[in-house]
């Protein structure tokens, strides 16, 4: 009995590309694709751009760490030898245990005053329909878009006519002024995703505004009010300007401290000023950490392109 007809395997292309009939979205064979993008001229070019910005990124960042730990490093590729002592000098020069207690005092009394206010804002500017709307949205995104110099001298005025300048409550009082819209048009979004049958389900069951708001409504909430709060604590910490301009003596928080410590009087070895900026930088790259826990910018990128294509 003769063997059936066997089937041979279809053979690759010449120089092994991949097996035939796999192509690529475009129409090309599986591989050719892959090399022409790779010898892409500007592929190379881009690639090499990323690199230089890194590179150089890291030198910077790197050269005030090592010398944050240097003795002595002038003209050599690396410093003639390794200490902690001017960390020490920089914690008890620049006091920076009472600068790190000011500046998380400021942070978490920001956050939370800004939640408390901007939270049932924007509940009312999700909610409600009202005479003047849109001016009302339009002053809550004035102070995040201009430049808080260019309203901080103003209120900076205002703050020191009324004795509340050079104090940790005028320091508050400062950034609360961007802080809050920030938490308004953070917050407007979630709240408007909410289907408002839930509430009106609730009301349905006899429940209070207050206890739909605290018991419906706040625990969907949650992610969003902990981003918006993550997003302050990192705006304040950072916050420069206003806090320049109203703080005092024992209401520096640590951005300012770090700005007087290398511009103000007296000659201070620049080892120590470093410390005090590697300090800061870990800070706020803790903070940008805990950020990213709770938002994803590409989320956020994805929600607003998706808002787009529904309108």
Same mark, same amino acid.
């Given at each position: 009995m003769s063997a059936g007809p066997t089937i041979a395997p279809a053979a690759g292309p010449p120089g092994g590309a991949g097996p035939v009939g796999v192509t690529d979205p475009v129409g090309r064979p599986d591989g050719v694709g892959r090399r022409r993008l790779i010898l892409r001229p500007s592929t190379w070019v881009t690639w090499a751009v990323v690199a230089f910005f890194f590179i150089n990124l890291l030198g910077v960042v790197g050269s005030v760490v090592v010398n944050s #730990?240097?003795?002595?490093? #002038?003209?050599?590729?690396?410093?003639?030898?390794?200490?902690? @002592?001017?960390?020490?000098?920089?914690?008890?020069e620049f006091d920076l245990t009472h600068v790190l207690i000011v500046t998380l005092e400021v942070?978490?009394?920001? =956050?939370?005053? *800004?939640?408390l206010v901007g939270v049932p804002a924007a509940y009312v500017l999700a909610r409600? @329909? #009202?005479?003047?709307?849109r001016l009302v949205m339009l002053l809550f995104l004035?102070?995040?878009? &201009?430049?808080?110099?260019a309203y901080g001298i103003p209120l900076a005025t205002v703050l020191y006519k009324y004795d509340l300048a050079n104090s940790l409550t005028g320091v508050i009082l400062a950034n609360l002024v961007p802080s809050v819209p920030f938490v308004v048009l953070t917050m407007t979004p979630f709240i408007e995703q909410i289907d408002p049958k839930i509430e009106a389900a609730a009301r349905m069951c006899?429940?209070? /505004?207050? *206890?739909? #708001?605290?018991?419906?409504?706040?625990?969907?909430? =949650?992610?969003? &009010?902990?981003?918006?709060?993550?997003l302050v604590l990192v705006r304040t910490v950072g916050m420069f300007e206003l806090?320049?301009?109203? *703080?005092?003596?024992?209401? @520096?928080?640590? =951005? =300012?401290?770090l700005y007087n410590a290398y511009y103000g009087a007296g000659i201070r070895a620049p080892q120590?000023?470093?410390?005090?900026a590697v300090l800061y930088?870990? /800070?706020?790259?803790?903070l940008l950490v805990v950020a990213l826990r709770f938002v994803n910018p590409t989320q956020l990128v994805t929600r607003v392109a998706d808002e787009r294509r529904g309108d």
């Amino acid at each position: 009995m003769s063997a059936g007809p066997t089937i041979a395997p279809a053979a690759g292309p010449p120089g092994g590309a991949g097996p035939v009939g796999v192509t690529d979205p475009v129409g090309r064979p599986d591989g050719v694709g892959r090399r022409r993008l790779i010898l892409r001229p500007s592929t190379w070019v881009t690639w090499a751009v990323v690199a230089f910005f890194f590179i150089n990124l890291l030198g910077v960042v790197g050269s005030v760490v090592v010398n944050s #730990f240097s003795t002595h490093w #002038f003209g050599t590729w690396w410093p003639a030898g390794l200490t902690t @002592q001017y960390w020490a000098e920089a914690w008890h020069e620049f006091d920076l245990t009472h600068v790190l207690i000011v500046t998380l005092e400021v942070s978490l009394a920001v =956050v939370v005053i *800004a939640a408390l206010v901007g939270v049932p804002a924007a509940y009312v500017l999700a909610r409600r @329909q #009202f005479p003047l709307k849109r001016l009302v949205m339009l002053l809550f995104l004035l102070p995040v878009m &201009v430049p808080p110099i260019a309203y901080g001298i103003p209120l900076a005025t205002v703050l020191y006519k009324y004795d509340l300048a050079n104090s940790l409550t005028g320091v508050i009082l400062a950034n609360l002024v961007p802080s809050v819209p920030f938490v308004v048009l953070t917050m407007t979004p979630f709240i408007e995703q909410i289907d408002p049958k839930i509430e009106a389900a609730a009301r349905m069951c006899g429940a209070t /505004t207050r *206890a739909v #708001f605290l018991r419906v409504l706040l625990p969907l909430l =949650v992610p969003g &009010v902990l981003a918006a709060a993550v997003l302050v604590l990192v705006r304040t910490v950072g916050m420069f300007e206003l806090t320049y301009l109203t *703080a005092g003596t024992d209401s @520096q928080t640590l =951005v =300012v401290a770090l700005y007087n410590a290398y511009y103000g009087a007296g000659i201070r070895a620049p080892q120590s000023t470093d410390a005090m900026a590697v300090l800061y930088m870990l /800070t706020m790259l803790v903070l940008l950490v805990v950020a990213l826990r709770f938002v994803n910018p590409t989320q956020l990128v994805t929600r607003v392109a998706d808002e787009r294509r529904g309108d």
